[in-house]
């Protein structure tokens, strides 16, 4: 069973979606807010969410940005009337895999749609055989094996145990915090830290032009492709 999270306040177009969904072999779940879609989305149940930017209780993007907070990378299309390029920049930088302007043709919508369900199956694949993939970055957790560009990274056996926390996390936020208690783990490994930090992006941000690797200010850092 292939679940949908759909988050669509309109009555008409949410049973229109709801009954392609069902025709295209999957399992609708509906809700109309941000606050049903977010109680919903504690854990990678679904397969792929729609996500209406207009909600009548909060902004769609913090939907979007709340699941991104609690490390769900589960595809997410926003569906908006907004159709300017700072709209879908923001939903985009904010963590959509895609963006779709209504009005659209159902056609594409479902097509859309199943091409975000083979994404999150290759991921959950990926993830299984504990490979993580962030833009051209690949983190091998069960080899400890680092790749940028299909160039692999020699890494120290902290740095590789850093790295592999974000890779398990990327998206999200990490505290300083987070990895003295979950991979330093000792006072004297916890003071530097940020010395870590700055290794690992000498050795797998320099020389590219994307880089992955950032500090959040005044929150930690995240490992990211947006």
């Given at each position: 069973?292939?679940?949908?999270?759909?988050?669509?306040?309109?009555d008409s177009l949410r049973e229109l979606l709801c009954e392609r969904l069902c025709g295209e072999?999957?399992?609708?779940?509906?809700?109309?807010?941000?606050?049903?879609?977010?109680?919903?989305?504690?854990?990678?149940?679904?397969?792929?969410?729609?996500?209406?930017?207009?909600?009548?209780?909060?902004?769609?993007?913090?939907?979007?940005?709340?699941?991104?907070?609690?490390?769900?990378?589960?595809?997410?299309?926003?569906?908006?009337?907004?159709?300017?390029?700072?709209?879908?920049?923001?939903?985009?930088?904010?963590?959509?895999?895609?963006?779709?302007?209504?009005?659209?043709?159902?056609?594409?919508?479902?097509?859309?749609?199943?091409?975000?369900?083979?994404?999150?199956?290759?991921?959950?694949?990926?993830?299984?055989?504990?490979?993580?993939?962030?833009?051209?970055?690949?983190?091998?957790?069960?080899?400890?094996?680092?790749?940028?560009?299909?160039?692999?990274?020699?890494?120290?056996?902290?740095?590789?145990?850093?790295?592999?926390?974000?890779?398990?996390?990327?998206?999200?936020?990490?505290?300083?915090?987070?990895?003295e208690q979950n991979v330093t783990q000792s006072a004297a490994d916890s003071a530097i830290v940020?010395?870590?930090?700055?290794?690992?992006?000498?050795?797998?941000?320099?020389?590219?032009?994307?880089?992955?690797?950032?500090?959040?200010?005044?929150?930690?850092?995240?490992?990211?492709?947006?």
């Amino acid at each position: 069973m292939m679940e949908i999270l759909l988050i669509e306040p309109n009555d008409s177009l949410r049973e229109l979606l709801c009954e392609r969904l069902c025709g295209e072999g999957f399992t609708p779940v509906a809700v109309r807010t941000g606050t049903d879609a977010l109680r919903l989305l504690t854990s990678p149940r679904f397969e792929s969410v729609l996500l209406e930017w207009s909600l009548p209780d909060m902004d769609g993007v913090a939907v979007l940005r709340e699941m991104r907070t609690r490390t769900l990378d589960t595809p997410v299309m926003v569906i908006s009337t907004r159709g300017s390029v700072a709209d879908r920049v923001l939903a985009l930088d904010s963590g959509a895999d895609d963006y779709l302007l209504r009005p659209f043709h159902m056609d594409e919508c479902m097509a859309r749609v199943r091409r975000m369900v083979r994404t999150y199956c290759r991921r959950a694949a990926a993830v299984r055989n504990g490979l993580h993939c962030i833009a051209d970055l690949t983190v091998d957790t069960n080899r400890h094996v680092v790749t940028r560009g299909g160039k692999r990274i020699p890494l120290s056996a902290k740095e590789c145990a850093i790295l592999e926390y974000f890779a398990a996390r990327a998206g999200a936020t990490v505290t300083r915090e987070e990895l003295e208690q979950n991979v330093t783990q000792s006072a004297a490994d916890s003071a530097i830290v940020p010395v870590y930090i700055h290794y690992l992006r000498k050795k797998v941000d320099d020389g590219f032009q994307l880089k992955l690797l950032r500090t959040v200010r005044s929150k930690g850092y995240v490992l990211s492709a947006s």
